[in-house]
């Protein structure tokens, strides 16, 4: 089953609010079986809606509209409708009766534009809008199915629901089945060039996607077919043949965010942290501390963003910043040996750069940041070149910084 999803009002065409309705209903559609083809706005006029409608309808199974079914003059979605299937509006008693119901609930009177809800299209079966007062339509023409909801998120999630349940009593749904693995420390690029191989004797009922985000990439697995347990053992095998391809890129820790992991490795090796922050303004703290209990083994941080609190509060040596200046691999090793020592912990980030707009020179241009782990054994430290906003460039720092420790600390003896 192919479905596509219209979505209807200018309040989204003009960027007032954003479209989450159709994310949501992606998603669920795709959890019980029908494939999403296409996701469509649309402005509040009779013809676009139309020119939309007919284009989906000549190419899925079902259309899902969401908005323009409130009681006020720009909600056009249900007299566009009755108009599109040669229709007339009635008078629907039972629909009447629960808007009525509804506001009496409230202790408050239904207007005649309310009252006005329960006009709809003589051709329709009215779905029972249990959150709210417009009820949902649905049409039936050629083979097609046309569903037509309110675009209050909490009615239309039920709404769907309740629509789903037709749609088995009369069509036969197939399996889709997703599967998202995460991998760390390797880019869309190379994580394709090695995987290349394998991802070509894929079977052909098993679809793969790239999906980068800012803390891993992830890498979507999708099958549809008939078997649902064919379908899982299928894919579940495929990502066991990769685990031995990619190798440590896999993390067994998942969908946790870098934070995350970090927090938990810390406390299941019993170990300490710190921070020493420059231009990331404390920024590797605040991600850290954002995660429940943290405080177990966060020890604390200093933003030393000036030299004067470099050298009088952190102890950097002076010379150092002189000879090597304060953008430099030297500094911050300094600086995350001396927040070690400060606070007492067993590992210290610390950062140093030109996060930008301003402050570039000839040799050192915007987005050059250096970072730096201090450990029990000595100092790792790195300089990179940040192409990006400033922003961007501070969150990129921070989190590059707490992978390269959690790689430090997965290859720790635990605890126990």
């Known amino acids: 089953m192919t479905s596509d999803l219209i979505t209807i009002g200018d309040e989204i065409l003009i960027g007032q609010i954003v479209d989450t309705n159709s994310a949501w209903m992606a998603n669920f559609l795709e959890e019980n079986g029908i494939m999403v083809r296409q996701i469509t706005s649309v402005s509040d006029t009779k013809d676009h809606i139309i020119s939309s409608l007919t284009a989906s309808l000549a190419e899925v199974d079902i259309v899902f509209l969401t908005g323009g079914l409130g009681p006020t003059n720009d909600d056009i979605t249900k007299k566009t409708l009755s108009d599109f299937f040669g229709d007339k509006l009635i008078l629907d008693d039972s629909v009447l009766k629960h808007i009525l119901a509804f506001f009496k609930e409230r202790g408050r009177e239904a207007n005649d534009l309310t009252k006005a809800q329960a006009l709809v299209p003589s051709k329709c079966k009215i779905i029972k809008n249990k959150f709210g007062t417009a009820p949902a339509m649905w049409f039936e023409h050629d083979g097609k199915i046309i569903v037509s909801m309110p675009g209050v998120p909490s009615e239309m999630r039920q709404i769907m629901k309740d629509a789903l349940l037709l749609i088995k009593e009369q069509k036969v749904l197939g399996e889709i089945i997703h599967k998202t693995i995460f991998l760390r420390g390797i880019v869309e690029s190379h994580l394709a060039e090695m995987i290349s191989s394998w991802e070509n004797s894929l079977p052909k009922d098993i679809k793969l996607a790239y999906l980068p985000s800012r803390s891993c990439l992830k890498l979507r697995f999708t099958a549809r077919g008939a078997d649902r347990l064919g379908l899982t053992h299928l894919i579940e095998q495929n990502i ?161 910084s707490i992978r390269y420790l959690n790689s430090i600390l997965e290859n720790l003896p635990s605890l126990d």
Not at 358 to 384: D, Q, W
């Open 240 to 400: 066991d043949s990769l685990k031995e391809i990619v190798g440590s890129y896999y993390s067994d820790y998942q969908t946790h965010l870098d934070e995350e992991m970090l927090v938990m490795l810390l406390k299941k090796k019993g170990k300490s942290f710190s921070t020493a922050e420059s231009c990331t303004g404390g920024n590797i703290a605040k991600l850290t501390t954002s995660i429940a209990g943290s405080s177990s083994c966060f020890k604390g941080s200093l933003i030393a963003y000036s030299e004067d609190i470099k050298i009088n509060v952190l102890n950097v040596d002076s010379d150092i910043i002189k000879e090597f200046g304060v953008v430099s691999e030297q500094v911050v090793s300094a600086m995350a040996v001396e927040s070690r020592k400060m606070f007492g912990s067993d590992y210290s980030i610390s950062t140093s750069g030109i996060a930008g707009p301003t402050g570039a020179t000839n040799e050192l241009p915007v987005g050059t940041i250096c970072y730096a782990i201090a450990t029990p054994s000595g100092v790792h430290a790195f300089t990179k070149q940040y192409n990006s906003d400033r922003v961007t460039n501070v969150s990129r720092v921070s989190l590059d």
